[in-house]
């Protein structure tokens, strides 16, 4: 049987002017008004029975020399047969990110459904977004993966993200409060939801953990779980997935992140700092 997923995949019209993490608060706030808003959209996709993804033609659109032990800092993807060339290869974009319009990036991370205000896109869309949209600069690297077939071992799909660059955009990333008008979002979106934090045991240096919300037949999209290390900070996201009735996929988001972490700071260590 075919497996059929629901991907969403966003996409950034326009340019946004990189944010810097020393602003003050008016600046900040006038620098995200600035930025624009995420175009999300749901789509299913069915796995073909055989042949390679035509995805992964989609040039990569970073510029500058990536840092290959970010993608070795990544969970490895496990597939066997001919599910493991319908993966996406992991990847590293080096910033600048010199097409924002690109598919690259969206296509290797899990996404919610429900978008809203641009100061919700980072929670929604995921933390890959955030780092574009407002730290599109260079010496910033972002490693992304995508688990989008069940693991062997029962893990659900997932997606992770590894994040390096200067410590003044890590701290700016690492752990800012829910925006209040994400919180509960009913405009701008078909789906109407919100972003819920919940307890998240203190990995590395810091983590926290939150969901977003739905209505109806999805009363979760995404759960979501942000480690910080020394240098890097890392995002795991568990989407809602079919054949899953009766369960509850957010409960390996914790295992999944501590195994995440695990990994990142055995490859890249204190050493991501510099």
Wanted: hydrophobic share 45%; glycine share 10%.
């Amino acid at each position: 049987m075919a497996l059929v997923l629901m991907m969403v995949l966003a996409a950034i019209a326009g340019c946004a002017t990189p944010r810097s993490p020393g602003a003050d608060s008016a600046k900040a706030g006038s620098a995200s008004r600035a930025r624009p808003s995420p175009s999300e959209f749901a789509s299913a996709w069915v796995i073909p029975v055989r042949g390679p993804n035509p995805q992964a033609a989609i040039p990569n659109p970073g510029t500058g020399a990536a840092d290959p032990r970010l993608v070795a800092a990544l969970l490895p993807q496990s597939a066997s047969g001919h599910l493991r060339a319908l993966l996406l290869p992991p990847a590293v974009v080096a910033l600048p990110d010199r097409d924002r319009r690109s598919l690259f990036l969206p296509l290797r991370q899990y996404s919610a459904a429900v978008t809203g205000p641009p100061q919700c896109a980072g929670w929604t869309a995921g933390l890959w977004l955030e780092v574009v949209t407002g730290f599109n600069e260079t010496g910033v690297q972002l490693a992304v993966t995508q688990q989008s077939v069940p693991a062997p071992s029962g893990r659900p799909m997932f997606s992770e993200a590894i994040i390096t660059g200067p410590p003044a955009v890590l701290a700016s990333l690492a752990d800012p409060p829910v925006p209040a008008r994400c919180r509960t979002i009913t405009s701008q979106t078909a789906y109407p939801g919100g972003i819920r934090a919940l307890p998240a045991a203190r990995a590395g240096l810091g983590s926290r953990a939150f969901e977003i919300t739905g209505t109806g037949e999805f009363p979760v999209w995404t759960w979501a779980e942000v480690v910080r290390g020394p240098g890097f900070l890392l995002e795991v996201r568990i989407p809602v997935q079919s054949g899953s009735a009766g369960s509850n996929p957010g409960a390996s988001l914790a295992s999944i992140a501590a195994a995440a972490y695990k990994r990142a700071i055995i490859t890249l260590g204190a050493s991501a700092a510099g």
